[in-house]
């Protein structure tokens, strides 16, 4: 028994020494710290291109409903859409008869109150003559000269109504109030139409505007009645372009797209520039100082950007949130939490964890 017990003391001891042994592997093979190579950039507060875009089209500035000043039916309409007018041309016309029987009508009512008003002045011219004589009474004159003016108001009313009739019957021609170009026609021969009811559409084509739809985060950095440059190109064709200026900014949005109308008047206008053509703007104007970064640079904490900044002393990144201004095509306009001169991560911040130290791949340039 007791040489047995000998050896597993011995087995013990041995064994022992395997566990310590094995610690003292396991503390000089602990792995170092993971130093992650990164891309980085040292932000720069600068003017930049304030290159935001929209699409809109081409309106005429100045862009008219013409109607009838009467109603009636129409009977014939000499344009149609795309003509170029001048102004008094003729563009529709009413059946007239209705109107020329009241014109008829009213001759006849001047005619009538001129009889009736020679005939007063001659009763009064009477009276006047037998008062004079003592022949007649005070009131028989009265009556008389009551009835001259009477009939001379008579007459005057009559007047007014031919003159009326006249215009009613010269209304029932439609003609362009200015040289322009027909964009648009509502009402086709034999169709009864009411007063005011537009028939042609009529546009000046020598004043053109690009009119866009905005969104109100565009006007956050503006200034109240700032007007800037624009400038306009064709969506079918990019290298026909105008310049243009902000004319008209509308004061209330769209009820449904909750957008701004943005009128842009163009400075002489190609020709291929036509009325309803799809066009694409763009500011021509630069921002205030702003920091801005590639899109890689952003990290998603908890639903908002941040960046990895990093820390020269200690070779490590921190986490920081910042506020994006504005998405753009190749980076983001940070408006706040970020300084001028930090060094931003650019690239694997998606690998990056906080207090990692870090090797910087190339020199941070701006």
Do not use: H
């Not at 891309?39 to 409903?65: F, L």
């Not at 021509?284 to 908002?304: R, W, Y």
């Amino acid at each position: 028994m007791m040489p047995s017990d000998t050896g597993f003391k011995a087995f013990l001891f041995a064994l022992g020494g395997l566990f310590v042994g094995l610690a003292g592997c396991s503390e000089v093979a602990a792995p170092k710290p993971e130093i992650r190579p990164v891309r980085t950039i040292v932000t720069e507060a600068k003017p930049i291109d304030d290159d935001r875009q929209a699409v809109g089209e081409i309106r005429p500035r100045q862009e008219s409903d013409i109607g009838f000043q009467v109603g009636g039916k129409l009977v014939s309409r000499a344009v149609d859409i795309g003509v170029s007018v001048k102004k008094g041309d003729l563009l529709a016309r009413l059946d007239e008869q209705d109107f020329q029987n009241r014109l008829r009508s009213a001759q006849s009512d001047v005619v009538s109150s001129e009889a009736v008003l020679v005939e007063a002045q001659a009763t009064e011219g009477r009276q006047v003559e037998l008062l004079g004589k003592g022949v007649t009474t005070r009131s028989n004159y009265d009556a008389a000269l009551k009835n001259r003016r009477s009939a001379e108001a008579k007459l005057e009313s009559s007047r007014a109504a031919l003159d009326l009739a006249k215009d009613q019957l010269a209304y029932t021609e439609l003609k362009a109030d200015f040289d322009g170009i027909i964009t648009a026609v509502a009402a086709e021969p034999g169709q009864v139409v009411a007063a005011g009811q537009m028939v042609v559409k009529l546009a000046k084509p020598d004043q053109i505007d690009a009119v866009f739809s905005v969104a109100e985060a565009a006007f956050r950095d503006r200034k109240p009645g700032e007007k800037p440059a624009v400038l306009v190109s064709l969506l079918s064709s990019p290298t026909i372009v105008a310049d243009g200026v902000v004319r008209e900014v509308s004061p209330v949005a769209d009820p449904t797209t909750r957008t701004y109308q943005v009128k842009v008047s163009l400075e002489n206008p190609p020709p291929a520039m036509r009325f309803g053509a799809s066009v694409m703007g763009r500011l021509k104007t630069t921002t205030a100082p702003v920091i801005s970064l590639p899109g890689s640079a952003l990290f998603d904490q908890a639903g908002k950007p941040a960046v990895w900044v990093f820390d020269s002393a200690s070779s490590t990144v921190k986490l920081r949130p910042v506020e994006v201004a504005r998405f753009e095509t190749d980076r983001v306009v940070v408006s706040g939490g970020l300084r001028a001169g930090e060094v931003v991560v650019t690239a694997g911040v998606n690998r990056l964890r906080e207090g990692q130290t870090v090797r910087l791949l190339e020199q941070a340039g701006s």
